[in-house]
C-alpha cells in the first residue's frame, strides 16, 4: 500500500520577513504619534511620525511602505489610540489632522520610489523631502475644507508651520537611511 505523503504547509522565510518590517513601521509610526507638541495657533500637532513614514518608504520601498501606513491606519480606525494624543476611530480621518494621516501612504509610496540604495546622501535627502510633500498638501487641502475654503489660510495653518521641523525630519530620515544601507552593503 502506497501511503501520499504530507506536505506540511510552510510560510515563505522572506514573506514573513517582509511582513515583519511592515508591522515594525506600523508600529514605528504609531509610536511617533505619542511625541506629540502642539502649536497654540493651529489645530495639527508636530510628531515624529514622519520620520517614520518617509523611513518606511525608503527602507521596504514603495509598495510595503505604503501598506505599513495603510496597516497603521486601520489600527488607528479600528480603536486602537495610535493617533496623536492618543485619539483613534474613523473621526480622526475627517479632522484637522486626517488630510496629514491620509497623505502618509502616499508620502511613504513616493518616497518609496525615489528613494536610491546606490545614490548618495544628498539624492535621498532630496527624495524624502519630495516624499513628504503629500502629507502637508493633503492635510492642508483637508484643513481649507474645514475652515470654510479658505486656502490661504489653511496653508499658513497647515503647510507653512511645518517646513523646518519636516526638513529637519527629513535630513534624519536620509542620513539615517543612508548610513544603515552603507552597514549593510559591508
Known sequence: MNVPKIRA????????????????????????????????????????????????GASLGAKRGALSQIMYLFYGICGLPVFAGGASSFMQLLGPS????????????????????EKSFYWNLGAC???????????????????????????KLGFIPFIAGDFIKCVLSAAAFTASKKIMSK
Open 98 to 117: 486626517g488630510g496629514y494621516l491620509l497623505g502618509f501612504p502616499v508620502a511613504a509610496f513616493l518616497t518609496g520610489l525615489l528613494v536610491s540604495r
Open 9 to 56: 504547509m510552510s510560510i515563505d522565510d522572506s514573506l514573513l520577513k517582509q511582513f515583519i518590517a511592515v508591522t515594525i513601521f506600523s508600529l514605528l509610526t504609531a509610536a511617533g504619534a505619542w511625541i506629540e507638541i502642539p502649536l497654540p495657533f493651529t489645530p495639527v500637532p508636530i510628531t515624529l511620525q514622519t520620520v517614520f513614514v518617509i523611513l518606511a
Open 129 to 155: 523631502i519630495i516624499g513628504s510633500l503629500p502629507i502637508l498638501l493633503m492635510g492642508s487641502l483637508q484643513l481649507n475644507i474645514l475652515i470654510g475654503g479658505n486656502l490661504a489660510e489653511a496653508f
